[in-house]
Each structure stands twice: as C-alpha cells, then as structure tokens.
C-alpha cells in the first residue's frame, strides 16, 4: 500500500495519476477532512484509490501498525503563502511532518515530502539544494519558514540518508483549480484573456528587472510528479533536491507563452506591485538542478512554452482535468 497525504491537492492528485497509469491503485489518501471542499475532492473523481481517510486518523493508525506501507508520499500541507495563522501552519506543515516523519523511519517506510522554493527566501544567498547550506536561508513567510524548519529539523537528525525532501519550484498545471488565490498566474490569466483580452503584470520597483521582466523557474506538473517519481523508483537516494527546470523565465514569457496558446494577439497591462507583497517579492528563482541530475535524473520533458500549450489546450479550454 502507498499513502498519499493531500493526495486530493494538486501535486498529490497528480502523483497518484502516475501510480494509477503503472498500475497502482492500492492506495490511501489522507487528508485534512474538514478542509476538504468540493472541487478538492473532484480531482480524486477518476482516480483509483483504496480510501480516503482523515490526516490524523492516518497518522493515528499508522503509529499503530494498521497499515502495511511501502511508501509515503506526503504532499499534505497549508500552500498559502499569504496565511497569517502562524500557530495554524506550524501545527499542518511542522509537526504534522515531523511526527510522521519520526513513525516513517522508526518502521523503515520510505518518505517522500514537500519542502518547497519558498524557503530560499529573497533568493539572494542562491538556490543551492546542498544540505550544508540548509541554514544559510531565511524565508519570508510563515509557509517558507514552516518548510524550512522542517529541513533543518531531519537534517539535525540524519533523516536525509533515508527520506526525500522535495524543493518544488513554481509548479502549474490542471487539477489546481480549488487552490483560490494561490492557483498559479497561467490560470488566472486564462479567465482574465476571456473576460478582458488581455492580462495584468505587475510592475517592477527593482532597476535590474523590467516590467515583466522579473524572473521564475516554471515549472509543468507532469515534469514536478516525474522528478518526484524518480525518487520513488530509486529508493536508495535520500537528501533534499530542488523540483525545477533550471531555467529562470521572464512573467513577459509566460505572458506571450499563453496568448500564443490561446492564438490571441498579447495585449499586457503593468499594474504597481500591491504593499502586502512588497517586502516579500522575489524578482528571481531559478532551480540549482546540478544534485537533481548528479543523482541520475535526465531532465524536464516539457519547456514553458509546451507545458503552457499543453495545459491550456489540452484542459483550460476543454475544462478537463488531470484524468479525461
């Protein structure tokens, strides 16, 4: 059996769509139950799984030996960035992880976890997933840091010869669409084309960056649940990997990268940077993948421009979603 914790999220919706198409299906989904709206719980629709089952139940029955488990993807997690609930997040990202971490090694089941890009911070000290480095970063955000202190907590405890932490860059892709504000811009930006024609950039307030020009490493879903699926069919690796393209990318080139999907002439309006982002922006990520390839993995299947294409013909314009 494999667990998949936040299995009906994003990234864990995609996971198991991979288990599913290798013939997996004895699955288990925890999840935070009361938090789980309608359309979270439609990415499972065509999905085989064994069960859904509540976090802390899992949590519960796993400490006491009711589940014969080979593996643990854990993508269950609060993804806000803007969450001010600071008790809140530590409590879902921090000891959540961390206790299950600790019943995950004690058995000998291998862990897969979501750490997250979010905790390189202003990305002034690098993208350098090398464990040494871990406590060099500081992050902006109670997400950021809530993720990052789970780092350094198996790192202090020589957990990362055993389990996985997974650094995921700025993942898009179908089945995001319960996430609110956090959806990624390729989304929004498709429902703001079909309502306006055009799309909204912010603005930039550093001189090395122009409009538009600010910087990120995109990053597909497909090619985020393969780097994670690497992992899974090599579980003699432990360590934490950053889960990116290794190639930063201008917002005007996903910008031109959407209308060029939707076969629409780019029309792009810069609007300021809003206060609350303002000590909290990063104008540049790219993913270090130099460990990621170090450790075997070949590379990403899909460039901005062919994700994006795949992504918004593929499902925004038909409103499929992950399985048809």
Known sequence: MIAVTGGAGFIGSGII?????IGLTDILVPEEMDRLGVEKKANLRNLKINRLIDHYEFLKGFENGDFNLDCIFHLGACSA????????????????TRRLASIATEKGVRLIYA???????????????????????????YYGESKHLFDLWALENGLFKEIVGL?????????????????????????????TGGLRLFKSENPDYSDG???????????????TMFFYDHPSIGGIYNAGTGMARTWNDL???????????????????????????QYYTEADISKLEKAGYGGCNYTLEDGVADYITGYLNSNRRLIP
């Open 81 to 96: 960035t803007t969450e001010t609930d600071r008790n809140y997040i530590m409590a879902t990202n921090y000891e959540y």
């Open 167 to 195: 650094k995921y860059f700025n993942v898009y892709g179908p089945n995001e669409y319960h996430k609110g504000d956090m959806r990624s811009f390729i989304i929004r930006a498709f429902e703001l084309i079909g309502d």
């Open 115 to 141: 750490s997250s890009a979010a905790t390189y911070g202003d990305g002034s000290k690098g993208f350098s997933d090398q464990e040494s480095l871990l406590k060099n970063f500081t992050p902006m955000n």
């Open 213 to 227: 020009g600010q910087k990120r490493d995109f990053i597909y879903l497909k090619d985020a649940v393969d780097i």
């Open 17 to 21: 769509w991979e288990l599913n198409r």
């Open 255 to 281: 910008a031109l990268a959407i209308f060029d999907a939707l076969k629409k002439e780019a029309k792009i309006n810069y609007i300021p940077l809003p206060d609350v982002l303002k000590d909290q922006y």
